[in-house]
């Protein structure tokens, strides 16, 4: 079954086709005067009325209109008819998936989260980790082959003073990492032997020293516990064979370099192997470099993220790489997917594509700090979502809806009370509208679900139109991951069963309005359910 903004839009284009001769967008958008409008009129040239007028003329939409009319400058305003709505209705309400039809399968790498070992996880990661994950649920949903990664910062020079200080007994606890990073830290920075200690190790660690590789995997396996732990809480998809490190790619960087060497990609410059891709450049104009191998002989995050991308492309066979990282790094992954164009790696029909999003903030709009203005903790963070909201389905779907109901490009404005609000656009709002569904429904009984659609009530008749825009909804927010759109559509949903539920009394309505009511019901709460899961929120029966 096709979507039905999908169906209008063909059969609205066909009717320009006929008058105009020509291929025209008919523009067919929500109105607030009837269901739909196509304002394709408009665009062009001549009598736009009467070109409008002869489009509805046209226009064969006698089996689901029962009104077109030209209105304003050219609007062609639609009203579906309430039969209409019926069979299309119970042809969502026959189908598992609610109309939403399954694409070309692709295989599509999602590379979020991205913390950073020995390192707790910061407010950016959180964002990284929710949308990667709603992104993950929509394209598996959609019928995509999805293979989430987890580029874990395990490797650099920062693990020299980190092995260094383990080695020195240094304990790393779990619930705070922090707290390990900052101590060794202080050393390097205060102790010149502990510094040279730390540079000693690194080259062991380089070198692939057996015990040096021993104590940094104990170290990253301690991090990898304690982000599994926020996954598990935070519900998210990702596992431990998700995990693909940095240090994963390690063996492949020398073939990385030498290859972009023979094609005479790099350049030495301050003694750096350097990629100069075309179209990168400083604020002087002179040609912006991106360093492969740095002057010590070391390999830093572009070589790391070269690989990384090659593997996606040769070895996971992704025709599709999604890239969920801040809004900062833009021009960095801007950059390795020029050089990887130009290496050959990435080149049509694959695509890469940065997922970017904008910086947490707090609500005085400055960076999101804890109470005592330090960094903020984000396993605290949780916990007082948890607690204000009295139960981890409602603080948890909160944070993640507040997060996802932003365009994700803005920054966020991390606010508590806001996001916890049960009014408004929010994530308790939408449990809540899903729980007064269930509960009409456990109300009615077992013929809930068995009773014929029979729209005849505006009220009746806006909540249909407005269940059947799932599915265009899902295939659009598929391509743009724009999650917003998805959020937007869940609230106008629910607002509109909330009018549907203040006007229409179900259980006490005569049959077969009471049978259509209910039916109603039952596919406003799977639509419900199934938005917020593929947010990655939970639907719970009661609240
Ligand atoms: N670890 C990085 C950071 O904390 C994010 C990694 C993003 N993914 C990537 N392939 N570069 O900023």
Redesign the pocket.
């Known amino acids: 079954m096709a979507a039905i903004g999908k169906v209008l839009r063909d059969r609205l284009a066909a009717a320009f086709e006929t008058v105009t001769g020509s291929t025209v967008d008919p523009v067919l958008r929500r109105s607030r005067h009837a269901d739909f409008q196509a304002d394709g009129a408009l665009a062009l040239p001549g009598d736009r009325r009467e070109i409008a007028a002869a489009v509805a003329r046209a226009a064969r939409l006698d089996d689901l209109c029962a009104k077109v009319e030209v209105a304003g400058p050219g609007f062609v305003n639609l009203t579906l008819a309430d039969a209409a709505l019926d069979r299309m209705l119970a042809e969502a309400a026959a189908d598992e998936r609610l109309g939403v039809s399954t694409v070309d399968p692709e295989t599509v790498v999602v ?1 979020y989260s ?3 070992a020995a390192k707790e996880m910061h407010v950016g ?1 959180l964002r990284s980790t929710v949308i990667g994950d709603a992104a993950v649920r929509v394209l598996e949903y959609l019928g995509h082959r999805v293979i989430r990664q987890n ?1 874990l ?1 395990d490797w650099g020079t920062n693990f020299g003073m980190l092995v260094e200080h383990y080695v020195d007994g240094g304990v790393i606890d779990e619930s705070d990492l922090s707290a390990f990073y900052a101590a060794a830290r202080r050393r390097f920075e205060a102790d010149e032997a502990f510094r040279e200690r730390a540079r000693r190790r690194v080259i062991l660690l380089q070198g692939g020293d057996a015990d040096t590789i021993a104590l940094w995997r104990s170290l990253v396996g301690v991090s990898r516990r304690y982000l599994l732990g926020v996954y598990d809480r935070l519900g998210v998809r990702l596992r431990e064979g998700d995990f693909a490190g940095e240090s994963t790619y390690n063996a492949e960087l020398d073939g990385i370099v030498a290859h972009l060497r023979e094609r005479g990609l790099l350049r030495v410059s301050d003694g750096a192997e350097c990629a100069f891709p075309a179209g990168f450049a400083t604020r002087d104009g002179a040609p912006l470099p991106l360093i492969v191998r740095k002057a010590d002989g070391g390999y830093g995050y572009a070589a790391t ?1 070269l690989a ?1 991308l090659r593997y996606r492309v040769e070895e996971l066979k992704a025709t599709r790489l999604l ?1 969920v ?1 801040g809004a900062p790094q833009r021009q960095h992954l801007a950059m390795v997917f020029a050089v990887a164009e130009a290496a050959g790696w990435l080149a049509p029909p694959v695509r890469a594509q940065h997922v970017a999003f904008g910086s947490m903030l707090g609500t005085d709009g400055k960076m999101l700090r804890s109470r005592t203005g330090g960094a903020i903790r984000l396993t605290e963070l949780l916990d007082e979502a948890v607690t204000r909201a009295g139960a981890a389905e409602v603080g948890m779907g909160a944070l993640k809806y507040a997060d996802l109901s932003t365009d994700r490009i803005k920054d966020h404005v991390f606010d508590f009370d806001r996001m916890l609000a049960l009014t408004g656009d929010t994530g308790p709002y939408l449990q809540y509208a899903h729980v007064r569904t269930r509960s009409i429904i456990r109300k009615g009984g077992a013929e809930a679900a068995g009773g014929a659609f029979a729209v005849a009530d505006p009220a009746e008749h806006a909540l249909a139109v407005e269940l059947l825009g799932f599915p265009g909804v899902v295939e659009h927010v598929g391509e743009t991951l724009e999650f917003h759109r998805l959020t937007g559509y869940l609230y106008g949903l629910a607002t509109a069963f909330t009018a549907f539920f203040e006007r229409c009394s179900v259980l006490r309505a005569p049959e077969p309005a009471r049978g259509g009511r209910l039916a109603l019901c039952h596919l406003t709460a799977r639509t419900l359910r199934t938005g917020l899961d593929l947010l990655g929120i939970e639907a719970p029966e009661r609240m």
């Open positions: 590379d991205g913390p950073n990661h580029h910062g993220d990384a890239y990282v």
